[in-house]
């Protein structure tokens, strides 16, 4: 059974370009993320929706939009591509109630080059 | 703000063996979580343990233990009988209180295990 799970695994597309990736989680959580993974391994957090709500907004470009149409999805568009928007982009999920609380579940990670 | 420092950016320990990976972090607040995520080459996030900072024992999961040292702010993690499958990038992290849902999780810069045959 796939917790968490995005589409696609990879992306190779041309700058300036336009993009979404797609996350979906199946545990029941009402808490999703997106991070990004650069070059160096760094993760940093992008967004999180609690409940379809915006709840962190980190120092992205406006480039970059997520949506999040119900509690188990959370999609990332993102608008003219650059070359630095290259790096792995992981989605995630969590509780804020139960045993397992707010510990973060993470998606296999999509790898987006952008040539 | 709170920063996570993982001062070993390589790491490498011969099958069987034990190793310890070590974290630091930085915070005011007194409630909060420590987590040491494994990345093997998949990619895949995988969580190997969490500690909450109001219980005083160590989390112990099957081979991995960590040792939580909450006054000198260290959250150190321990691979006991080491094997291949260990070999991977492990971060340590940090998230501040269970209330609070725009509590973001807050990486290190990670340590690259690898395993000796």
């Known amino acids: 059974d796939t917790a968490v799970s995005q589409t696609p695994k990879y992306l190779v597309t041309q700058m300036g370009n336009d993009k979404s990736i797609k996350c979906e989680q199946n545990?029941?959580?009402?808490?999703m993320y997106w991070y990004k993974q650069d070059s160096k391994k760094f993760l940093k957090i992008m967004f999180s929706?609690?409940?379809?709500?915006?709840?962190i907004n980190e120092t992205v470009p406006n480039r970059f939009s997520p949506k999040s149409p119900d509690k188990a999805h959370l999609n990332l568009h993102i608008n003219s591509l650059e070359l630095g928007d290259s790096a792995v982009y992981f989605c995630?999920?969590?509780?804020?109630?139960?045993?397992?609380?707010?510990?973060?579940?993470f998606g296999p990670g999509t790898r987006l080059t952008v040539l | 703000a709170q920063t996570v420092t993982q001062s070993q950016p390589e790491m490498s320990v011969q099958e069987a063996e034990t190793v310890t990976l070590s974290c630091t972090y930085d915070t005011s607040e007194s409630d909060y979580y420590l987590f040491w995520y494994k990345q093997p080459p998949s990619r895949q996030m995988i969580l190997v343990i969490r500690?909450?900072?109001?219980?005083?024992q160590n989390a112990t999961e099957n081979r991995f233990s960590v040792n939580f040292q909450k006054a000198a702010k260290s959250f150190s993690l321990k691979i006991s009988d080491s094997q291949l499958g260990d070999a991977a990038m492990y971060f340590c992290?940090?998230?501040?209180?269970?209330?609070?849902?725009?509590?973001?999780?807050?990486f290190g810069s990670g340590t690259r295990l690898s395993i000796r045959p």
């Open positions: 545990l029941g959580h009402d808490t």
């Open positions: 995630a999920s969590s509780s804020t109630s139960g045993g397992s609380a707010d510990t973060q579940y």
């Open positions: 500690q909450e900072a109001y219980k005083q």
């Open positions: 929706y609690n409940n379809k709500e915006l709840i």
């Open positions: 992290a940090y998230r501040r209180t269970q209330y609070s849902s725009a509590s973001k999780i807050i």
